[in-house]
């Protein structure tokens, strides 16, 4: 007879989980997924594989908790976007900012592991553009009627930021047009910035580089 299976012993402690995921998350994003064994994890956790093993089943449930633990991050623009204490153009400035901050870093080779490698979990992503686009037609529809906002349908509106997103969240497109995530970013919403508001908005490649808080040609 063979020998029995090891019935490991598992630990759920989510925020334990997140915190291991959060100093794994930079080095992700920035070189993308195929470089780290768990060997290696285990030593960038400076745990043991055992001990990293009771906590997670596999790479794969690392990856997919760390992309969570971002998307989870941008979406807190929300919170921005529908704060009725602050008008509506510090919150769409704000919620500019909370978005380039989240996602400034992330490189075309992360995006590019994470669809190639990993499609199940690529799924998340695609997911989360269906939202983003759900909470912009939202805070577009209220600007309307609030008159701050020209008079335009909000599902175009939302269908060209949607259109966008796609675009930006595919890593081919970013490689085929020599563009960085944060200046396709940061490029598209000056434009968008120029036809949404009823009102001009003054300096308003100064204002989304204040709000930005970056000059782009560093990021290149």
């Given at each position: 007879?063979?020998?029995?299976?090891?019935?490991?012993?598992?630990?759920?402690?989510?925020?334990?989980?997140?915190?291991?995921?959060?100093?794994?998350?930079?080095?992700?994003?920035?070189?993308?997924?195929?470089?780290?064994?768990?060997?290696?994890?285990?030593?960038?956790?400076?745990?043991?594989?055992?001990?990293?093993?009771?906590?997670?089943?596999?790479?794969?449930?690392?990856?997919?908790?760390?992309?969570?633990?971002?998307?989870?991050?941008?979406?807190?623009?929300?919170?921005?976007?529908?704060?009725?204490?602050?008008?509506?153009?510090?919150?769409?400035f704000?919620?500019?900012?909370?978005?380039?901050?989240?996602?400034?870093?992330?490189?075309?080779?992360?995006?590019?592991?994470?669809?190639?490698?990993?499609?199940?979990?690529?799924?998340?992503?695609?997911?989360?553009?269906?939202y983003?686009?759900?909470?912009?037609?939202?805070?577009?529809?209220?600007?309307?009627?609030?008159?701050?906002?020209?008079?335009?349908?909000?599902?175009?509106?939302?269908?060209?930021?949607?259109?966008?997103?796609?675009?930006i969240?595919?890593?081919?497109?970013?490689?085929?047009?020599?563009?960085?995530?944060?200046?396709?970013?940061?490029?598209?919403?000056?434009?968008?910035t120029?036809?949404?508001?009823?009102?001009?908005?003054?300096?308003?490649?100064?204002?989304?580089?204040n709000?930005?808080?970056?000059?782009?040609?560093?990021?290149?």
């Amino acid at each position: 007879m063979g020998r029995k299976p090891v019935v490991k012993e598992r630990i759920d402690n989510p925020s334990q989980k997140e915190e291991w995921v959060r100093v794994l998350l930079p080095i992700y994003i920035k070189n993308g997924l195929k470089k780290l064994s768990m060997n290696q994890v285990a030593t960038q956790l400076n745990i043991s594989k055992a001990t990293l093993y009771k906590h997670f089943s596999s790479r794969e449930e690392i990856i997919e908790m760390a992309l969570v633990v971002k998307l989870n991050d941008i979406g807190s623009f929300k919170e921005m976007l529908f704060d009725e204490t602050q008008p509506y153009i510090d919150r769409y400035f704000n919620s500019i900012h909370l978005f380039f901050a989240e996602i400034s870093g992330i490189s075309t080779e992360f995006l590019l592991d994470l669809k190639n490698l990993y499609p199940e979990i690529w799924k998340r992503v695609e997911f989360f553009r269906e939202y983003a686009a759900t909470m912009l037609k939202a805070f577009y529809s209220r600007g309307i009627d609030g008159g701050v906002f020209n008079d335009i349908d909000p599902a175009i509106l939302v269908l060209n930021d949607k259109m966008f997103f796609d675009a930006i969240s595919e890593p081919e497109f970013l490689m085929q047009n020599g563009l960085s995530l944060q200046k396709a970013f940061r490029d598209y919403f000056t434009l968008r910035t120029q036809g949404l508001f009823k009102q001009s908005v003054p300096d308003l490649t100064k204002k989304i580089d204040n709000f930005i808080g970056v000059v782009m040609d560093s990021k290149d």
